[in-house]
């Protein structure tokens, strides 16, 4: 991650997320500059085991790809496979 | 005139709920309402399930909810569409999810409430963790396998 300027995102913890991080959201200061390596660093750190294949992930409340940019003040949603209905 | 939407509920939708779900479809060139019911039941993948609980990211479901209903409501012959999520703990036999589709006709009101209920499922970030009668719990796919994460005590809060 070197090289990359710090910046603070909120991460919102849902469901199988909120219970293995055991909190519905926190402030995340990072210098990933993906999505995906911004999830690499934080499954690291919480010890998520988690198949990454299966998830998506939501920036700003929209389903992006793993290549997208993360920038400072972004709310990040790490999104299991659904289970509605 | 009926209203059109999704929307998410932590209140059961009983009786009383759904019946006034269905006097809200209302339109005099409407020859059909189909509604569709999903409810908790007591066995999944073999295991006596005691109970449920679904969460919900609410921004992005409404958005996609809402994509999905005017996809329904966009289709020749459908008046008008809704759709009702629950959130929250609910017990075996609780609706857990209400559709209600108006058309001219039967078969286009058939078609688009399946067309919802499937892309619902699909595509609307909402999660379920089912509760077991042997004592354990797990979140319903959270695995990739769309079967339970392996089960854990309830009482004791898995770490990672």
Redesign the interface.
Known sequence: MAGSPLKTVTL?Y???F???A?VREEPWSSGARTAAELYAEIAAR??????R??LKV?VN???VSWETAVTDGDTV?F??????? | MSVDGFSLSDRPLDATAVSALSSSMASSHAGALVTFE?RVRDTNDGRTVIGLE????P??CL?EGQAVIDEATARPGVLGARCV?RVGNLAVGDV??WIGVIGGHREEAFAACRYV?DE??????????ERYADGTSG??????S?RA?PGRPTRS????
Do not use: M, N
């Not at chain 2, 699909?122 to 999660?127: E, N």
């Open positions: 919102c849902y469901a199988a909120r219970e293995a055991g919480r010890g998520f085991r988690f198949d294949s299966t939501a409340d929209q389903v949603v999104l299991a496979p659904f289970a509605g209905g | 999903g679904y969460d919900a990211y921004a992005l958005t999520h857990a999810v209920i619902v499922k699909r595509r609307v970030p909402i999660w379920k963790k979140w319903i796919g959270a695995d990739g769309g994460a809060p898995g770490h990672g």
